[in-house]
């Protein structure tokens, strides 16, 4: 790729208009519970600043399907924001229209505005050409930095490149497109994926593309009971996609193909019932009774896969090993969460599950690298041209 990353560009004075990804959880009084999202866009924003030009920040919140939801409006990210960086950020309601052109055309360097939730209007999941221009008359220069939003090609982060001669990647973007291509073209060996989560079904593509790079593959979380199955194994009353059972025996036929280890649970934590107040017990994975729900690994495959990743030099990881949300039901995906941090490889973690198990287990800093993209993270890994990313390869 020849994408341009914004300190390539002479930017003083400009009006800078940054695709930001805003996209935050709110409580129900509207206040921002993880701010992780803002904070990932400050280098971007930082370098502005100190390089004298006008910062027009614009984003997308929730799904509200081109109608105007006050309970999805940006205002509270615009104060958190000026919180974070300690000077006003203003916040402009309506984006579009002569008024606003008036005003960001008049901002001085070190202004900064947010825009209103761009979804509002509904030609930006459209990628309607008619927004991208008009949001494009209020900048001289376009940076994208919203990479949780780049597998998605809409109006403020692909039209609008049409229409603005210069657009390049902020530092966000850059991070998230080395590090993980990183990870899939040169990663050092052992490398191996940590999958996990509810279904085979959302991460097929992934599987299918991986089980070509790595050395190793790791499955955990509910997905691993498919693979079992389609091994002979009973897996009680466990969730499994008996239409992915021929799935499951190609990938573990591919991976005998290219000389990939796959490691499956070798025991699991059970229940009755899908409930943290089910009584539970560990059982080997070759005696799972038949009224037996699996919800977590147990202690054997949890020292099994950490000796694992302990001799690796690259992992990426995606998905929790077990129903974590349920206390009774988290100590697999803590434990590995745990391992990952202490392991000396280049670690590499995606996916909200994933990095919400990081964060719980504290040891966020101790992990590489953190995407900030869920399903963005997953398509790139899937090998696919994200075309948010694409549309700067110019
Ligand atoms: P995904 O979005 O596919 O990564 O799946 C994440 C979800 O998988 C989480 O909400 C977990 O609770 C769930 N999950 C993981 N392991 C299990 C399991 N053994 N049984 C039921 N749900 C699980």
């Known amino acids: 790729m020849t994408i341009k990353y914004i300190d390539q560009l002479d930017i003083k004075d400009k009006r800078v208009m940054i695709r930001v990804d805003y996209n935050v959880p709110y409580d129900k009084e509207m206040t921002i519970t993880d701010d992780t999202r803002i904070k990932a866009t400050i280098p971007t924003i930082e370098y502005c600043l100190k390089n004298q030009c006008k910062i027009i920040l614009i984003s997308h919140m929730g799904r509200p399907k081109g109608q105007i939801k006050p309970s999805l409006s ?72 919203a990479f949780a939003a780049a597998h998605r090609g809409h109006a403020s982060n692909f039209a609008i490149t049409e229409f603005i001669k210069t ?98 649970p070798v025991d699991i934590v059970g229940a009755e019932e899908f409930d943290n107040d089910s009584p539970h017990a560990v059982y080997s994975i070759d005696n799972i009774p038949d009224n037996i729900i699996g919800l977590d690994i147990g202690n054997k495959s949890i020292e099994l896969f950490s000796a694992k990743i302990k001799e690796s030099k690259t992992i990426i990881w995606n998905g929790p090993m077990g129903a974590f949300e349920m206390p009774n039901f988290a100590s ?43 399903g963005a993270f997953l398509e790139f890994l899937e090998g696919k041209i994200l075309p948010g990313i694409a549309v700067l390869d110019k």
């Open 167 to 264: 657009s390049a990647a902020g530092f966000l973007l850059k991070d998230e497109i080395e590090y993980s291509q990183k990870a899939i073209d040169s990663a050092e060996s052992p490398f191996g994926a940590i999958i996990g989560g509810a279904k085979i079904s959302s991460k097929i593509d992934l599987l299918l593309n991986i089980i070509t790079k790595v050395d190793f593959l790791i499955i955990g979380g509910a997905m691993a009971f498919t693979f079992l199955k389609s091994k002979g194994y009973s897996i009680g009353n466990s969730l499994c996609e008996d239409e992915l059972i021929d799935t499951a025996k190609e990938i573990i036929r591919k991976a005998k193909e290219n000389g990939v280890d796959i490691l499956l």
């Open 74 to 145: 940006l205002k509270p990210v615009s104060e958190a924001l000026s919180k974070l960086i300690n000077i006003p950020v203003k916040f402009v309601d309506t984006p579009l229209g002569e008024e606003t052109v008036k005003l960001t055309h008049e901002l001085k360097n070190g202004d900064i505005v947010l825009f209103e939730n761009i979804r509002f209007y509904p030609g930006e999941e459209k990628n309607d050409r008619s927004l991208g221009e008009l949001l494009s008359r209020h900048a001289d220069i376009y940076i994208n930095d």
């Open 332 to 374: 697999g995906t803590n434990s590995i969460a745990k391992v990952l941090a202490e392991s000396s490889c280049l670690s590499i973690v995606g996916g909200g599950d994933s990095v919400t198990a990081i964060n719980k287990a504290g040891v966020a800093d101790k992990i590489s690298y953190i995407s900030t993209g869920g």
